[in-house]
Structures are given as structure tokens and as C-alpha cells.
């Protein structure tokens, strides 16, 4: 406890990544609104796997059924359910690992909290699959708030060691914004992209994995959403953003880099435009106060390199208690951060229209 | 909405700089307790302004008074609540910012959300100085979890450019952890300390300010508190850490610092030590899939540089709509960090006693 | 908002009368548990229609398939979810509904609420038949509690103006609740039943319908749950009380009667017994200040008649905002208090386990 | 835990009969709301002790201090926290009842739950004085419905077993209401109000007690608010109302009486009124399906009869686990029920205002 997330917005995650189905129900989604099944489903596809080579070989239609909340396609104001079957299945590639855990997986945490009976098979509910239904709630949270006028978008602003260009945090375009979601490997710089999907292919070959950023931005937003201490947009953000897994830090704004500079070079100074309140510059990522201040919201998430690697590591018998070598075999990621980019969309987009809400 | 964090120990925070007196509720502590009303005083006495030259001259006893909850020192089950009185406050100071934001600062986002009717002095429900009842909570929290044999310290490990050493994230001794909770300046490097001192002092010469890294672990917490997805260990520190003001960015074990690591390199190997699974490295954090693995819990936390400065900025009128110059007067710290260390630990103590109770 | 229930366990119930399917999402059942499925099939029966003459001829499998949570029917931790296909559904007799609210039924409500969009059919999600997915939580609740020795069981005191012999509140033993637990039509006083089946086919034949008044207890309760103020048991169980449909009423012990009494008729007078301190009465109904006293926990809850009657009723048609007849036809129960009794164990069993979690 | 109530408006009540203070915060109030405080204070005195012969001799100002969240009498959008000092506290009266639990009071099961460091006086947490902080907050609430056109009121139907005249549901006048909330003993029937006094009066001269059933009513309410299943208004007010010490059943429209009559005697009839759906009769008490219906919101509360009592009572030494025989002296109403009446009202109009905002 608890999958669930959200205050007016109810998100209630469900399923193993063997079980027959995992799932999602949504609670508080108005009526009458048509969802875009089309464009849910291209949004869904940016995080299966199996779209390219460097994601994982499993292949499935990942096509969710909705069992509820949906009539002739247009929400009715009931919980909408939706389900996706886990087809391709094959436990046998995890048996070995009931015994031995991962290095840096959950494999050890969920055999402690939840003993003999836990779901091993894939990772259980620790699998990166269950951002599928994640997903399916963020694909229609960002269709309601495109209805508001809301656009949400990430890209990939590290893998590895190799960087690439951030937003410029004052000025994004809804043209770049549409660029991004359509990009098969979205980024602002396409040489640093070819470097990145080098780097990626360079630790597949390698037994290995590598970690990344994504940057992702929100435009539209009025100011005033969000309330001060505990219920501001950053702490409701990042109290999704770490139910992805491998995600290991998020900043705002500057972030960290502000800790280097002095006041006077990290303050964002008001002006007026029109008749609107704005800031020169956007350091602070559109946040202050845990408020929006109108101003586009930004923030990145750290994704640590996927455990699940060829190469050979130490890890231990549960049961004998000792020390064994352990080589994970299965079809993983060598860098999960590029199926991750929709993963942070719908985050940010949830959290923001539960806020909305 | 809202000042209320915690599922199963409810701390709801409340209090302007200037109402008459700022609080804190905390339903959920078990009764029969004894608070140790000494230790706690010497905790908030860490966060209290004026202890020293780089913080603010605002001098205020803090001492809480407890309404409720209390009886002879011992909590009785019922809640507890705790307020202390606003009594060197200096209203005027503030008059100026009715109309003119401070760059950065809450000022504006506080206008559009509450209108003219928001509490504007000192910045009112957006202060640091509520601060002090998360403290009262935290404190309370340290003194429940060193029960259960959770120990719980913070440390500066970054001031602007000025770098100290962060902890060993496997061995992180009592005496270490006791040594920093009683230091004046917590840092593991007491020349950088030194240097992190003189940082502070220039920038207060140049009426500018300075941000920084605060590192904070705990021990002795056993495996296997916390869950998947939106309630794991990470989630819940995050969601309560951005109320801390200032707070941009927070990282857990290797954070931002993972992504240039190949999966190799980053993931921690298991290892038998007597009975017990550990691992050899600590780049988790002590948290795997949401849950404590049973090693040190380490994260960092991003303080953006105070935006109160004294020198002269750009900001606009609220009512006339023009462009403006502003410069902060009033009693500031030119660092918040030093102050802030407690307000970690006191986070940090909070959300795993809510997660262990 | 909000279709969710509980605080360590939460249950999410979704679905609509016709969608494709019903179902439930129970987050926080503990690991390791083996549901017993022939048990639990055989609760769901109980609450199934077509059983028995006095309720609706529409016949469904109404067999819960488990989508996530258990693994070779034990739970493993994470969340369970258990789907209803909606298989007998004949939507077409509702669809002169659509128009026409149904007198003292949610068709009105439904439509200023969620407008066109509404899913009108078989009354939407506000049909009894969302209580099937009540009674797989319920069901999987009571087998959870009676690990820890706590017995539910509940019967038919009233059913129009035939009344039937209440619970002893003090003595009520194991065989007694047991036998109620598989009794067809669930009474104390098997002649009262009898006059109840009459009372019930009566108002059948004349195209109209009954209500009842349904007894549940709990045994086995340990002293010192729930919580006062808005968290005592009796609070939490009517909050999920009135989720059934039909609902209108609920008192604890005494309940209305006690106001006719005066305080020397109603106390319940302490008694020490081996060594424990029980009440001579049970006049409140095992609950003090909201906290089970350990005797055992009674409650009541009044039904309203079916709204859906053959009878021709006034109503109006809401497009062309004018007076109608309306003369229900479809299947309907002449009284649901009969398969209600398992819904209000479900819930009394749902509420339990949560506070006990 | 927990004495928060609501979500989009959170109110936490706090403090002990005997604590230095009684209290509530309140978070989720608009800004820029200016509280009547005179209409306030004649509220808070409706339910004050010492007002008249039949209540207890207690005799507190009961004036709250606010704390937070109101800058010049007008709400500033933070968390409002209102505290009321205990002043007029003789514990010495208590000392015998620490090991002599009264009766059906709360004294028994605070000692299970609490153990020896509950705290005993006066009824600790579980004191009927709590509802002088849920007043604060529900007259507050009563203020911001008016607003929106609501109006709350209630009074007595019932007293022991004199019975006074119910609401008409259908027809409430506004001036109906102004004079109940007036009236120093609100009743619609002067004559049987006469008598309920007389019935106090005699239970006071036994030493005994009277309980009693407490109507309210709300009107203007637009229809469409509440949701289904959990969530249903019904729902929300039942959950709040068994805060309110001595209440062990509530009821909406017809309730407990709607089980003797047929579907056809029960349903309210729509018809049309000049735009808008009415019904004819209010059976439904305003609700259908959780939601409101337009119609007025009819509900009752009912009283038992106060536990504490001056006749000899049988009760239990807690340490020497022996029977023992008990007279409770010290202050004490013979029936709570005409100080309950705000009370009341304050819950509907906390739970009103919570689903409105």
C-alpha cells in the first residue's frame, strides 16, 4: 500500500508483470469527454518495448481494454477501468531468480516485505511494465489538458555521459512541443541523440546498461495551482515521479545547479508583457512557493542505469544463505530512459490535472 | 490545502510569520511517550534564527507551548498540538512587498492565489518560519524512532561553490551521527566548513546569498518499510521535503550522480554478513523498489541561494503594473542552509515514522 | 469521487449495470494469505440474483476472475483485482429510461450530475449489481478476520411490518452465526421468515415492493479499536454503509430506541469476569466513544422499498420538460434486503479489517 | 487517529476536556472571506454550557482566539487555527472516575486504547467540550453556505418520549429557519417543546438522564452534489455526525420508516415546475443514489441518553479488577440533546461546505 495517487484525480495501479492482466482505475475523470483513442494508443507505443533495438525483444499489443467509466468511447463520470493482458509471458526466464536477487533491483526489498508468496516472476509489481497503465492514465490526463490548453512534453537531456540540449526554459514552442512527442527518440540535439543511441548500443554489446536524464516541461499552465508546505506541485510531482522505477532524483528549475550560484544570478526578475506578470529568465522552473507562477514548468528526473545487466555479478542464495555469482539472463533494456520519456509525461501530466481537478 | 502530510501520524502545519502564532497538530503518536522537552528545545534551537552570525538577527524564544496531547510531559494518545507565539515581529518591514514581489520568492504566487486578501508580511503561510513547527514534529519523530533504534543526521555537504565530504553511505557510525546533531556548522570536513563560513560571510558583504547541499541519512531502519510505486520510501520523503522553502531538487544514494555510471558500476552486490543480507555498496541508498533494503538511507537535498537579497533587483508593482527596482530590506539569512539541516532531519524523521507506525 | 474506501485497506470499486465488466482493486491485503475460492464463491452467492423467486430473474455466472494479487490463489502483496464480466445484460429495456427518471431512484441524480454522458443502462454505476464487487472485498475480508477469530454475520429483523426476533446482544455464539451464514433467507425466528417470504410475494404479485431492516454483528473483537472523533468504528461503518444502495439508515446498540429510555435504563453496567471487564447489557452495541468495548459490535440498517415498481408512477421526461407516466418494466427484486445481508457483512468485514490492518 | 475530517476542507479538531486548550485548524478556507464574528459568537453560545437550567453548571466564555489564517477578520487562504482555553477546569472531580469507568461512557475504552497515560479527565479526548471546536468550524461553514444560498438548520423531534412536530421536507421556509436558529429551545411545537423541558427537569430531579432525536434540514442545496457509493452525501455526513459524542443512529428522509411501506408509498414522484424537476413529496430526504436531488437535505441524529448520571451505578475497579459500585458527582446535563442541536448543524454544514468546494 498504496498504488494509489491523487486528491480530486484518483489513479489506482494494478497487476504483476506476469500476472494475467495489469490495470488501472481512474477515478474522478468528468464525463462527456471523448478520449482520442487513436492518439492514446501512439502514446502508448512511445513506452511499449520492442519498438526498436534498444528495447527490450518482449513484443506485445499493449492494447488496453476498457471494462468501465467508458461509453461509445466518451467518459460517463464513472471509475473508468482499463485493462492490458500480459500475453507474452515467460516465467521460466525467472525461476532462477527466486532464490537469488538482482544487485540494485527490487528482488530483495519485495522478498522482505512480502516473504515466500511475493509475485517473483518478472519482478512482480516492481516491473517496469506496470508504467503501462501509468500510461494509459497519463495519455488521457494530457488529452484533458491540451482541452485546457495545457501542453506537456519530455526529452532526453543525458544518457550516459553524453548530454544533450535542455528546453530553453522561457521560450517553448508548441511546434517543439508536438516535434518531441512524435520523435521516435526525442531530443532537442540530433547529434547528441546519435551519440546517445551509440552509447546505448556500446553497453548492449558490453553485457551492460547505462542511466539517463529526462527534461520535461509543461506550457500553459495559469499561475496559482498548488498550495504551500506539503501540497505544492513539486512535492506532488515528485510523489508520482519516484513510482517510476529507476528514477533516483528530480529537480526543478535550476535544481542542483542552483546551489552554485549566488542570489542575485538565480533570481528570476518580474517584468510586465501586456498585461501579464513574467519573468525574464525562468530559474525557478515555474514554481515558487510550490505555486505556478505562469511560467513554463520544468524539471528533471535522474534515471539510474538499469540493474538487470548480461555481465556477471555477486548476489547471494536467499535459502542457503551465501554468496553466488549471479548472470541475469531475460530480455531487458540496456537503457530503459528512452521508454521512459512518456512514463515522465504521464506523471507530470496526472499530477498536474489532479491538481487542476 | 493542504498543510496536512502523513497516512498513518497526520502532522498539519499552520501559522503566518506575523498571525499570532504558529502551530502544528500531530494526530497519530502513540500514547504513553515521554518527551524529552530539553532535547527537543536544543533541536529547535538548532533552527532558530539569531544563534548566529550568518543567520538572520530575528531573535524569538520558539519555545512551543503544547495545548493539547500533553499531560505532565507524557502523550496521552490524544493529538498533540503544539504553538509558539509570533512576538518580535516587525510588521513594517514589510509593507513595501505588498505590492512588489521579491523576485523568486512566494510574494507573487501568493497574490495571484489569495488575492488581495493574502497574509502578505514576512511572507506570510510561505515563511521559513514554519519551519519551526515542522520542527516540533521532527523532533518528536527522532526522539520515537531513536526508540526503535533509528538514528537520523544531516549534514552540509555543498555551500555555493565550496564542496564538504559526504557520508561513507556504508558505514555511518552512532558517534558520528551524535557528534553532528550537537555541531554548531554540521559537515563531516571541518576545513570546508571553514570555507563554506567564509562563503557565506562574503556574500552577506555583497547583500547577496548562497545556496547549498544538505546530505542526511538514517540507520538502524530495518528492511522492508515502504511500498511500490507512489508509496515508496522515496515518493513519501519527496512529497514532504518540497515544503522545506527553498528545497529544488532531491536525490536518493547516487541520484543525478548514477546516470553517468554504466549498470556495472552502479549496482550494489549482495553479500552474507552473518545472517543477514547486505550489500557491499550503497549507490541505492538503502532503497530498492520504494523499500528500505536495510542500509543506510542516504538522500540529498537542493537549497536554492535565498532570494531575499539586499541588493537592488527588477521587479514590477502589482497594482500599477510597471516595471520597478527593488531592494529587500528587512533581517535575512544570506544562506538558509545551516538553519535548514534540522528541517531535513526533521522531514526525514516524520515520513519513516509515519511509514513505520 | 470517490468510489474508494478505507485507510490500510483500500478498496476501489468499479463498473457500471452494463459495461463490459464490474470489479474491485483491494490494496493493502497482506501476503501469504490462500483465499479460500469455494468459500468465497459461495458468499457471492448469496448476493447473486436469480437464486430464488423473490429476487430478479437476470442469472450471471457473477464469478470473479482474479486479474493481479494472487498467484495460485494466494496473495502475494500487491494489489488485488478481481473482474465481473457483465454477461446477461439486455440494455434495450432500459432505454426508454433514458428520458424518463424512475421515481426515488438515482436516474435523476445521475443525469444532472454527469449529463448525456451518463451511462443510463441498468441505472448505470449506481446499480445494486456494483455490490457484487462489494461482496468479493467483503467476502475476501471475512476470511482475513476470522484469523484472527472475529466472526460477521447478519439476518432479517424486518422486512415490511413483519418483524423478526433481533441478536442477544451479549450472547451470541459461533453455531448460531454460522448456521446464518448458509440459511437460504437468514432470520432468527424461522415463522417470522415465513410471513416475510408471504409479505414479500404479495408485494410482487401487486407490481410494487418492500423494504427491511437488516442485523449484523461482529464477535471476537478485541477491546480498543477505532478511534474517536470522525474515526470511530461506528463513523467508519456507516460511511460505507450508505454505499449500498437503498440505504437509509443506521444506528449502533440501541440506536433510536435508546432515546426513549433514560440513562439509568440504557447504561450497560461493568462487570469483571475471569479478568476481563465486560458489560451485564449490550445496549451499545460494543461500541464506546467510537472504540469497541469487546463486546460484540451490533449494528442495524433500514432499506428503503425497491424504487423500481411495475406499478405506473408520475415522472417527467427531462428532454421535453413535461409530466409523463412511467411504468417500469425489466427485472427488478420485489425486495433486495434478502441478498443485501451479504453486502452488509461485506461491508461490516471491510471495515473491520481496515482498522484492524 | 484520526480526528481529521473532509478533503477539500480539512478540519482537525484537537485538545482534552482539561488540556490547556481546545482547538481546530481548518485548511481549504477561501481567502478573502470575512467571518461574522458576532454571528459566530451566537452560534458558539447555542451549544455553551451554563446558558440554562438544563445544562451543566460549567460555566466557560468559550471564546475562540484565532491563531492563524484570518488577518483582520477576513480568511487569508492559510490553514485557520482557532483555540478555546480550558479555564473553568475542576479536575479534582475526575481523580475517582481514573479507575472507575462511568457507564456507557467512553472512560473504558480510552483505557484499553490509551492505557495508564490516557487522559482521564474529564473525559479526555472523548468530552462532549470537543464539539465547542467543531462549532468554530461549522459556524464558519454555516457562514460560507449562506453565500451560495444554503441554509442549515435543526431542532428537536424528540426528548425521552415526548415528541415534538418534524420539518414539512418539501416545504422549509427561510424564515422557518432564522427563527430556529434563534430559538433559545428549537422546536417547531411550543406545546411539546413545554414538555421536553418538563421530561428534563424530572430526569434531573432522579438523578437520571434523557436522550433525544435531533432533525436537520438544509435547503437551497443545488442538486447534483455528492458522488456514488462511498462518496454519497449521505455517506460523508454519517461519517462526521458519529463524532458527536452520544449519537448512535442517523437516518435520512423517511429512513428507519420508509421499511413499513410499499415501493409505491415511498417513491417521491417527479414533476415538473416551471424549468425544473421537482418531486412532490420528500421521502428521499433530498438524496438519491448519494446525490442530492434539489429537494431539502432531511436527516436525524439520535441521542442516547447521557451516561453520566448521579444515581448509583455497577461498574468495575480497573486495577483491583473487582465490582464495585459507583455514583458519578461533578457537573454533569440530565440531557445533552438542546446543546447537541448546533452541533448538528455544525456537522451538516462542515460536510456541505467540504462537497461544495
Same mark, same amino acid.
Given at each position: ?17 506476469? @500476472? ?13 469527454? $471523448? ?5 492514446? /494508443? !501512439? ?6 518495448? /520492442?519498438? !526498436?533495438?534498444?528495447? *527490450? ?11 468501465? /467509466?467508458?461509453?461509445?468511447?466518451? *467518459? %460517463? ?8 493482458? !500480459?500475453?507474452?509471458?515467460? @516465467? ?42 501509468? %500510461? #494509459?492514465?497519463?495519455?488521457? %490526463? ?8 495545457i501542453s506537456v512534453a519530455a526529452h532526453i537531456v543525458k544518457i550516459g555521459n553524453v548530454n544533450s540540449q535542455p528546453f530553453d526554459p522561457v521560450n517553448i514552442s508548441e511546434s517543439e512541443i508536438r516535434r518531441l512527442q512524435k520523435a521516435e527518440f526525442p531530443v532537442l540535439d540530433a547529434q547528441a541523440g546519435e551519440r546517445m543511441l551509440a552509447e546505448i548500443e556500446t553497453a548492449k554489446k558490453d553485457g551492460d546498461s547505462v542511466g539517463g536524464i529526462i527534461e520535461c516541461c509543461a506550457i500553459g499552465l495559469p499561475a496559482g495551482l498548488g498550495d504551500p508546505i506539503f501540497d ?16 533516483? /532524483? ?16 538565480? !533570481?528570476?526578475?518580474?517584468? &510586465?508583457?501586456?498585461?501579464? #506578470?513574467?519573468?525574464? *529568465? ?8 510550490? &505555486? *505556478? ?10 534515471? $539510474? ?13 536467499? @535459502? ?26 504521464? #506523471? ?10
Open positions: 500500500m498504496s498504488s494509489t495517487y491523487g486528491r480530486n484525480l484518483k489513479v489506482s495501479i494494478f497487476g504483476q508483470s506476469h @500476472s494475467p492482466a495489469i490495470g488501472v482505475c481512474i477515478d474522478g475523470l468528468p464525463s462527456g469527454f $471523448k478520449i482520442d483513442l487513436q492518439e492514446l /494508443g !501512439n502514446f502508448l507505443k512511445r513506452r511499449a518495448p /520492442g519498438q !526498436n533495438s534498444h528495447s *527490450t525483444a518482449r513484443k506485445e499489443a499493449d492494447e488496453p481494454e476498457f471494462l468501465s /467509466g467508458l461509453v461509445d468511447g466518451v *467518459t %460517463c463520470g464513472a471509475p473508468l477501468t482499463a485493462v492490458i493482458r !500480459n500475453t507474452d509471458v515467460r @516465467s521460466g526466464d525467472y525461476d532462477s531468480l527466486k532464490d537469488i536477487p538482482r544487485p540494485s533491483h527490487a528482488d530483495f526489498t519485495a522478498y522482505i516485505k512480502n516473504g515466500e508468496s511475493r509475485d517473483f516472476r518478472g519482478g512482480g509489481e516492481f516491473s517496469g511494465r506496470l508504467t503501462a497503465p501509468l %500510461c #494509459v492514465a497519463g495519455g488521457i %490526463c494530457l488529452q484533458l489538458l491540451k482541452l485546457e490548453g505544492g506541485v513539486e512535492n506532488r510531482i515528485a510523489a508520482a515521479l519516484f513510482g517510476i522505477p529507476a528514477v533516483k /532524483g528530480v529537480e526543478f528549475g535550476n535544481g542542483f545547479a542552483a546551489v552554485g550560484l549566488r542570489g542575485s544570478e538565480n !533570481n528570476d526578475a518580474f517584468y &510586465i508583457e501586456g498585461n501579464s #506578470v513574467r519573468t525574464r *529568465t525562468n530559474r525557478h522552473g515555474g514554481i515558487l512557493g510550490g &505555486i *505556478t507562477s505562469g511560467m513554463p514548468l520544468i524539471f528533471r528526473a535522474a534515471f $539510474k542505469p538499469t540493474p538487470s545487466i548480461a555481465k556477471e555479478q555477486d548476489s547471494v542464495s536467499l @535459502s542457503r544463505r551465501e554468496n553466488v555469482k549471479l548472470a541475469v539472463t531475460g530480455r531487458h533494456d540496456p537503457c530503459i530512459v528512452p521508454r521512459a520519456v512518456p512514463c515522465v509525461e504521464a #506523471v507530470a501530466a496526472i499530477a498536474l490535472y489532479d491538481i487542476l481537478r
